[in-house]
């Protein structure tokens, strides 16, 4: 089974621009998460989705924020970037409704100058 | 300007030896733990978890211990590797969260040296 899958792998932004991360969970998974790592935060729960809802958020503002699709696909949008929005981006999977293991995929490095 | 980071804890092992990983978690409503691992240009890989109605168990060279009244996790990996080498993260579901929400702690980095 293919493992989750995230694109892009690198991105580079200037300030003030917009940007699209994709994510693919692993085939059967309905629940997808996304997270913010950075050196200073470690890692920050963004929001997750099942079935094309959003269940739970965090504390971000609202210039981020994501969908999901009928296939379990997902992707997180990021409005008028700013330098600390530079961060590894991680789309994590998990079963069903409530399964608590998350299986993450290998994240989108986003650099914002 | 200095950009401050967390600081992460280092743990240097010797190849062969076993490795202890501790983390101390804040919520006694915690019921659910995971450990990760993180190697470099990766994503969190799941190593093993635990429910809050054990205390033990125990994987492919990895044990996992919770004790409730202290609130503290802790990892063993038996026969350290060099593949061993990466981040350890602990992970806390609290019931109030849920829903794809997991309470990372800071991460123990592991040096695995020949």
């Known amino acids: 089974k293919a493992g989750v899958t995230q694109t892009p792998r690198y991105l580079i932004k200037t300030r003030g621009q917009q940007v699209t991360l994709s994510c693919s969970p692993i085939?059967?998974?309905?629940?997808v998460s996304w997270y913010q790592q950075t050196p200073g935060q470690g890692l920050q729960f963004l929001f997750e989705?099942?079935?094309?809802?959003?269940?739970n958020k965090g504390n971000f503002p609202g210039r981020f924020s994501g969908r999901q699709f009928s296939n379990s696909r997902s992707e997180m949008n990021v409005s008028t970037l700013e330098l600390g929005d530079s961060a590894l981006y991680l789309c994590?999977?998990?079963?069903?409704?409530?399964?608590?293991?998350?299986?993450f995929g290998s994240g989108t490095q986003l650099s914002v100058l | 300007g200095e950009s401050v980071g967390l600081h992460l804890p280092t743990l240097s092992v010797q190849e062969g030896d076993n490795s202890i990983i501790n983390c101390a978690y804040s919520?006694?409503?915690?019921?659910?733990f995971i450990w990760y691992k993180q190697e470099s240009g990766k994503g969190p890989q799941f190593i093993i978890d635990?429910?809050?109605?054990?205390d033990k168990r125990q994987g492919q060279r990895v044990t996992v211990l919770l004790n409730k009244t202290v609130k503290h996790l802790s990892l063993q990996i038996a026969a350290t590797q060099p593949g061993d080498s990466a981040v350890y993260f602990c992970?806390?579901?609290?019931?109030?969260?849920?829903?794809?929400?997991?309470?990372f702690g800071a991460g123990t980095q592991v040096v695995v040296t020949p």
């Open positions: 994590a999977s998990s079963s069903d409704r409530w399964e608590e293991k998350l299986f």
């Open positions: 085939s059967g998974h309905r629940s």
């Open positions: 989705y099942f079935s094309e809802t959003q269940r």
């Open positions: 919520n006694s409503a915690s019921d659910y």
């Open positions: 635990i429910r809050s109605n054990m």
């Open positions: 992970a806390e579901n609290r019931p109030t969260d849920s829903w794809g929400k997991l309470q």
